[in-house]
């Protein structure tokens, strides 16, 4: 599990990278699909791993908008900042906990239960296939995207 995470983890450094070279108001543009445009797409990846990551540790989720985090510095901070809490949860991840359980109540009054393992492996595939959209709008700007192999990226 954990080298999927940090398979997340190093595409999704290559994607702020990449937008290095990207003006400002194509990151923020709202775009089809997705949660609305580049910047806020990282931005959401970032805010659901640690959210869900809270809820297994037992710690509240981060509900701060996108607006207050609207630049490629402030969302590589808060990436950053999330990453020293949520890596030591995915390292210390051992088959006992796969079978735990989370109950919680969505904002609508609905309950809800999900194992642990069922969370940290949508936290993977919500990340994957945010880094997919990425790489469709990269296109539409005629720029190549950030490389989705796994392989020779030093995992093993």
Known sequence: MLKLFEYNWQVRQDWFD?????????????????VGGI???LFHIIDVEYSWICGLEGKPEFKEPFDAYASLKQVMDLSAEFHKEVRPFTAAWT???????????????E??????????RHVIAHEIHHIGQL????RELGKVPVTANFIRRGLF
């Not at 088959?95 to 919680?104: A, I, N």
């Open 111 to 120: 309950k809800v239960s999900f194992k642990y393992g069922e969370i940290m």
């Open 18 to 34: 990449w937008c290095r070279d990207v003006p400002e108001e194509e990151l923020l543009k709202k775009r089809t699909g997705g």
């Open 135 to 138: 790489s469709v709008w990269s």
């Open 95 to 109: 088959e006992d906990m796969e079978q735990k359980v989370l109950t919680d109540t969505w904002p609508n009054g």
């Open 39 to 41: 910047l806020h797409t």
